[in-house]
């Protein structure tokens, strides 16, 4: 093994297949952690020291619904099926997720003893295996408080549920069909669901970037905050109402 076998791995999957930066990045990544494997097991003394990402590989693109798609996600819960215009059955969860910023398997792995006295204790998901994890990371498990928009979504959902899980999700590829049915049905770009999820974080950045990371699970870009920092008493409700308050605006046109 040498830095240009490596590296030639890098750039067929580049010229080939035109992957993105990030995508290449992870290949890296994956090369390097296995070398790293053959080495604990004394296969190789081999060390990678310079294999690059080629300059010209593009930045991903990330989508998300603009405020006149919110509109009418928020204002129509119908799409069509089987060739009848009829109730989407994961409208609310396309809502939820929205307003929540969950990704897909933490959505997917939501039961009804994690709502306690309006909120949210995230302890599991459920990945495209359909396997129950811990989440992505180790900031994944964590609780918000439900904004009341998204606490009647919630409540009219348990209403409806039938099994172990709130939204009753059967597999990740059957809840992006359907999501995708129901843009082409109501006329909306259509994004993917974990884009879902940076249509939160875009429709809320005007708020503290440290509740922001609070909401979505992500680490801290500070020590002082992950290791001294503490939760301020009523904290978590005034992020709520910042939350809230971003959503009313949005949705006004449909209220």
Not at 86 to 107: H, S
Not at 190 to 207: D, G, K, N
């Amino acid at each position: 093994l040498t830095d240009q076998k490596l590296q030639d791995v890098i750039n067929n999957a580049y010229a080939k297949n035109g992957l993105s930066k990030k995508s290449l990045m992870n290949l890296r990544a994956d090369l390097i952690a296995f070398v790293k494997y053959l080495r604990k097991g004394r296969w190789c003394t081999y060390h990678p020291d310079e294999v690059i990402i080629p300059k010209g590989a593009a930045v991903g693109v990330r989508r998300i619904l603009q405020p006149e798609h919110l509109v009418i996600l928020f204002s129509v819960d119908t799409t069509e099926y089987r060739g009848k215009i009829v109730r989407d059955k994961y409208i609310n969860a396309y809502r939820f997720q929205v307003l929540t910023g969950l990704r897909p398997g933490e959505l997917r792995g939501l039961m009804p003893g994690d709502i306690v006295g309006g909120r949210v204790n995230l302890r599991r998901s459920v990945n495209i295996f359909g396997e129950i994890t811990a989440g992505k990371n180790e900031n994944a498990i964590r609780g918000f408080t439900l904004t009341p928009t998204a606490k009647a979504v919630l409540q009219d959902q348990l209403q409806r549920m039938e099994g172990l899980y709130i939204f009753d999700i059967s597999s990740r590829e059957t809840y992006a069909h359907r999501w995708r049915r129901y843009c082409e049905t109501n006329g909306i770009p259509y994004v993917s669901p974990y884009e879902m999820r940076h249509t939160f974080v875009s429709a809320i950045q005007s708020l503290p970037e440290g509740w922001v990371k609070a909401l979505v699970g992500h680490n801290r870009s500070m020590d002082t905050f992950g290791v001294y920092g503490h939760e301020v008493s009523g904290q978590k409700d005034q992020i709520s109402a910042g939350v809230e308050a971003v959503f009313q605006d949005i949705l006004a046109v449909a209220y």
